[in-house]
């Protein structure tokens, strides 16, 4: 199988050329966010009274991870997607905000492939129970912000040919409608 090999961050046009079931391999900046995290970047969406992300993430990938501490040389000795579906609260906005795709793992709800549809985002499923091995496609990491969080904080992460899925893409196809 090949795999189609996507510099980070996606353009559209990148997003648009994607199909549900196409490998890729990613390389270059992505974040990590979890649950808390997503609590408080939309309240600070809420408190600003508009959609405009900070710290950078207008057109970038979200991934649903929480690392664990660095090892073997690496920033983490684990990073693997968590269930994506407990940030389906969060990601229609952050899509319809400019968020341009999200990684994790597992099933999504209408309202995320939708947003995904109207957006011409994309969300990505990576490979649960690989955490050590996607830890070796991550070559650095920086907090960007709610370091309190630990785990959940917004990281940024630098990553080279890490692998994914197309799990829903712009035409709303989500691959696993074909796998279930």
Do not use: W
Request: hydrophobic letters at 40%; proline letters at 5%.
């Amino acid at each position: 199988m090949s795999s189609k090999r996507l510099r980070l961050p996606l353009s559209r046009s990148d997003l648009a050329s994607l199909n549900a079931g196409d490998a890729c391999l990613l390389s270059g900046p992505l974040y990590t966010l979890r649950d808390a995290g997503h609590i408080r970047l939309l309240s600070e969406l809420d408190a600003a009274g508009s959609d405009r992300l900070p710290y950078g993430l207008s057109g970038q990938a979200i991934f649903y991870a929480g690392p664990t501490p660095a090892a073997s040389g690496r920033p983490f000795g684990a990073i693997g997607p968590t269930t994506a579906s407990r940030m389906d609260f969060a990601a229609p906005r952050l899509y319809r905000a400019g968020v341009a795709a999200t990684v994790g793992k597992g099933t999504r709800s209408a309202e995320v492939r939708r947003a995904c549809m109207e957006t011409g985002s994309v969300y990505f499923v990576a490979v649960g129970g690989a955490a050590a091995y996607l830890a070796k496609c991550v070559v650095s990491e920086t907090v960007e912000a709610y370091d309190d969080l630990g785990t959940e904080a917004l990281r940024r992460i630098e990553v080279e040919d890490f692998p994914v899925f197309v799990g829903i893409d712009v035409r709303g196809n989500d691959v696993y409608d074909f796998a279930l």
